[in-house]
């Protein structure tokens, strides 16, 4: 029984020991650079001024890239009724568009 709680422990070292040297081998990322600032707030549109800000936009396409995750957006008020807010720098990014 000791032999095995010996063997679980060398183990054991040599996974921590693998760790260490992974974490120290990997170079760390820079930290993103915020795009917004104080004096730039976040403009949010709803799904209908989403298509009309954009020709060939329906309301619809909007709800799909949203329930996709493509673009950035939050849902103001609770659960699935909640007001759909898209960002529209997101949307502009998505699509192509310079703002």
């Given at each position: ?6 063997r ?18 990997q170079s ?9 600032t104080?004096t ?5 549109l709803?799904v209908?001024?989403?298509a009309?800000?954009v ?11 949203v ?6 957006y ?14 529209k ?9 310079a703002?």
């Open positions: 029984m000791t032999f095995e709680f010996n679980k422990k060398q183990i054991i070292s040599q996974v921590v020991l693998l760790l260490e040297q992974l974490i120290e081998s760390p990322e820079p930290a993103p650079q915020s795009v917004l104080e730039q707030p976040v403009e949010m709803t209908k001024e989403c009309a800000l020709n060939g936009l329906s309301e619809n396409t909007v709800r799909q890239l329930a996709q995750g493509k673009i950035a939050v849902r103001a008020g609770s659960g699935v009724r909640g007001k759909i807010l898209v960002s720098a997101s949307l502009l990014e998505y699509l192509g568009i703002s």
